[in-house]
C-alpha cells in the first residue's frame, strides 16, 4: 500500500469533514459482529501505515462473544496480537454518531511475516475468488437483505415486540407485501438509512415492504468485486440496526424472529463477465445454457455441505419449512420463488442466477464464499443438475438429503469435500467448533419448555 494513497484518502475525507473526532476501526467476525476500536482522527494515518493490535482470536467469538479456544486458538496459544490495518477505500462518516465519527475498515496480518491471518472471513471469501483467476471470469454480485423493524421494548420472555407505527403509534400489523402506503408511513426511516447507506458508499438501490408487518427488504446493487460486496452487506446490517435506534426502534437481522411471520432472507443475485466484460450467461454465449446448468450443478452440489453457513443458529432453522417462500430443496427453476436457485426475468446481460438459501443474519462473507465456491466447482468439473428446472411448487416437502437442523448442518462439514477444497479443512472444523459450543452453551440452560413438560 503507498503512503500517498492512503494520505490522500485521509486528505480528502477530512477536507470535506473537518469537525470529525474519532474513528472506529473494525472488522467483521466469524458471527458478522463488527468488533474494533475508537481513535482519536489524530490517529488516522497510524491505522493505515502501522495499523492497530488486537488479539486474532477474536475473529472466532462465538454470537455471545465468548471463546471456545477453537482448536487452541485464543487460550492454549497465549491469545496473541495480530496487526489490524485499515484498508484502503473503506473510510467513511457515521452519520447516526452523537459526535462526529468515522469508521474504517480491517484486515488482520500476522505481525512477524504480514501474511493475512486465514481465518478471517474476508480472507476465506478471497481465497475463493483467487480461483476465478484460472478461469478467465469475474463474479459480479448483489446481495439483498430482508430485515424486521421491532419496538424497542421485549415481551416479558425476551421476545421480539412488533413495531409501532411512527405516524400514529398504533402496532404493525398489515401483511401486505410491496405496500407504498407502508413505506410512506416508514419513509423517514427508510430514508435514513438509504442516506447512510450513500454517506458510507453501500449502494442500497431498492427498499420493498415484504409480507409480514415491519418486514423490509433493501436490495444492493451489483458490484465486479465480491469482497466489496460482501462489505456491503455487512456494512448495510450495522446502519439498519444504528439508524432504527435513533428513531426508537431497532433492526433485526435474525432469520425467524417471530414464529407466525415470514423468515428474513439473504439473496446472492450473481452472473460472471468474461475477460470483455461480457456475462457469460447471456444466450449469444451461453446457447443451450451449458454454463449456467453447470454453474447451476455445483450449488446443488454444494448446498448439503453449505448449510451450517447458510442457518448459523437454531432460529435459522426456523425458517425453513415448507410452503414459506423458502428453499427446502435443491431444485432450481425460472422465475420462480419456491426453489433454492432462481433465474430471474432478465435476460441478456442481465441474465443471473439468484440464490435464495441463506438467512439474513449469516456471515456475508462466508455465504458468498460458498455460493461461489459451489459455481466454480460447477464450472471447472463440467457438472450436470441434479434436475431439470422445477414448474409449481418446490416448497410442499423437505428434501430429507439437507440437514435442516443446525446439529445435522454442523456434522455435515465433517464430510463436506467440496468446501473443503474452497475454504480449508482446518477453517470448517473451526466454524463448527465455535457453533458447535455456541449450541451448547445456549442448551446448559434449562428452557421453560422443559419445565412444563418433565418437572
Not at 104 to 123: A, D, G, S
Not at 226 to 237: K, N, S, T
Not at 321 to 326: A, L, T, W
Not at 394 to 399: I, Q, R, T
Request: proline share 6%; aromatic share 8%.
Amino acid at each position: 500500500m503507498e503512503h500517498t494513497s492512503f494520505s490522500s484518502e485521509i486528505a480528502t475525507f477530512l477536507a470535506a469533514h473537518p469537525e470529525t473526532k474519532y474513528v472506529d476501526a473494525f472488522i467483521f467476525d466469524l458471527c458478522g459482529f463488527p468488533l474494533g476500536k475508537r481513535y482519536p482522527i489524530r490517529d488516522v494515518e497510524k491505522l493505515y501505515a502501522d495499523g492497530l493490535t488486537m488479539c486474532a482470536a477474536v475473529l472466532l467469538l462465538d454470537a455471545a462473544g465468548n471463546t471456545s479456544d477453537p482448536m487452541g486458538i485464543g487460550v492454549t496459544d497465549g491469545d496473541p496480537d495480530a496487526n489490524a490495518k485499515a484498508i484502503t477505500g473503506t473510510l467513511a462518516p457515521v452519520p447516526w454518531a452523537l459526535e462526529p465519527t468515522a469508521q474504517v475498515l480491517l484486515e488482520m496480518r500476522n505481525p512477524q511475516t504480514n501474511e493475512l491471518v486465514p481465518f478471517q472471513p474476508r480472507e476465506i471469501l478471497r481465497g475463493v475468488l483467487d480461483r476465478y483467476q484460472s478461469l478467465g471470469i469475474t463474479p459480479v454480485v448483489a446481495l439483498e437483505l430482508e430485515f424486521y423493524l421491532i419496538d424497542e421494548n421485549r415481551t416479558d420472555d425476551g421476545g421480539p415486540l412488533a413495531v409501532k407505527s411512527p405516524l400514529n403509534g398504533r402496532t404493525a400489523s398489515s401483511n401486505q407485501v410491496y405496500s407504498i402506503d407502508t413505506l410512506e408511513e416508514y419513509a423517514p426511516i427508510l430514508a435514513a438509512i438509504t442516506d447512510a447507506c450513500a454517506l458510507q458508499g453501500v449502494p442500497a438501490a431498492i427498499a420493498s415492504g415484504e409480507f409480514a408487518p415491519g418486514q423490509f427488504e433493501l436490495n444492493l446493487n451489483h458490484v465486479a468485486d465480491a469482497l466489496v460486496a460482501a462489505d456491503h452487506a455487512c456494512l448495510l446490517r450495522r446502519i439498519g440496526r444504528s439508524v432504527a435506534r435513533t428513531f426508537g426502534m431497532e433492526a433485526t437481522f435474525l432469520a425467524k424472529p417471530f414464529l407466525d411471520q415470514s423468515g428474513s432472507g439473504m439473496h446472492i443475485h450473481m452472473n460472471f463477465s468474461d475477460e470483455h466484460g461480457h456475462n457469460i450467461f447471456h444466450e449469444d454465449i451461453d446457447q443451450g445454457e451449458t454454463l449456467m446448468r453447470q454453474a447451476m450443478a455445483g450449488l446443488q452440489a454444494t448446498m448439503p455441505e453449505s448449510m451450517a453457513i447458510f442457518s448459523p443458529n437454531i432460529n435459522g432453522f426456523r425458517r425453513l419449512k415448507p410452503n414459506c417462500y423458502v428453499p427446502v430443496t435443491m431444485d432450481w427453476g425460472y422465475d420462480n420463488r419456491s426453489v433454492a436457485f432462481r433465474i430471474p426475468s432478465g435476460r441478456g446481460q442481465g441474465k443471473r442466477i439468484e440464490h435464495r438459501v441463506a438467512g439474513a443474519d449469516a456471515n456475508p462473507y462466508l455465504v458468498l464464499a460458498s455460493a461461489l465456491a459451489g459455481v466454480h466447482y460447477g464450472l471447472s468439473h463440467r457438472l450436470r443438475p441434479l434436475s431439470e428446472a422445477f414448474s409449481g411448487n418446490a416448497g410442499v416437502e423437505v428434501d430429507p438429503h439437507l440437514p435442516l437442523t443446525l446439529w445435522r448442518a454442523l456434522d455435515r462439514l465433517d464430510d463436506a469435500p467440496i468446501l473443503n477444497e474452497y475454504f480449508g479443512a482446518r477453517y470448517l472444523q473451526l466454524y463448527k467448533t465455535v457453533k458447535e459450543n455456541e449450541l451448547n452453551a445456549l442448551l446448559a440452560t434449562a428452557l421453560p419448555r422443559e419445565y412444563e413438560w418433565y418437572l
